[in-house]
């Protein structure tokens, strides 16, 4: 079983970057796909971005983020991180990591491991 802990939220200006962090341990790292999920005041837990545990796999992004936002793990580290560019108001949220066996994916009840999150918010 992993364990997450995230890292890295603040505050920033609209246009600015953010890279947030997720520290994993406990389990075999490698073998968990991850995934980044964000909540905002009175909206759902949305999909952020995934990226499967399989060497050099495809990472997934929401429409809102793609081109904006990079996924990326250090097997190594057990880390994974969230680099956030040309950052917008609508980005405030609390960032949350998970992980699950298997491919990742965009559907967030698939995803049994959790984070207590961390506080990005985006100043215009």
């Known amino acids: 079983q992993v364990q997450l802990v995230e890292s890295g939220g603040g505050l920033v200006q609209a246009g600015g970057s953010l890279r947030v962090s997720c520290a994993a341990s406990g389990g075999t790292f490698s073998a968990y796909s991850l995934g980044w999920f964000r909540e905002a005041p009175g909206k759902e837990r949305e999909f952020v971005a995934a990226?499967?545990?399989?060497?050099?796999?495809?990472?997934t992004y929401a429409d809102s983020v793609k081109g904006r936002f990079t996924i990326s793990r250090d097997n190594a580290k057990k880390m994974v991180y969230l680099q956030m560019n040309s950052l917008k108001p609508e980005d405030t949220a609390v960032y949350y990591c998970?992980?699950?066996?298997?491919?990742?994916?965009?559907?967030?009840?698939?995803?049994?491991?959790w984070g207590q999150g961390t506080q990005v918010t985006v100043s215009s």
């Open positions: 990226l499967s545990w399989i060497w050099n796999a495809d990472r």
């Open positions: 998970a992980a699950k066996t298997g491919t990742a994916t965009v559907v967030r009840g698939s995803y049994p491991y």
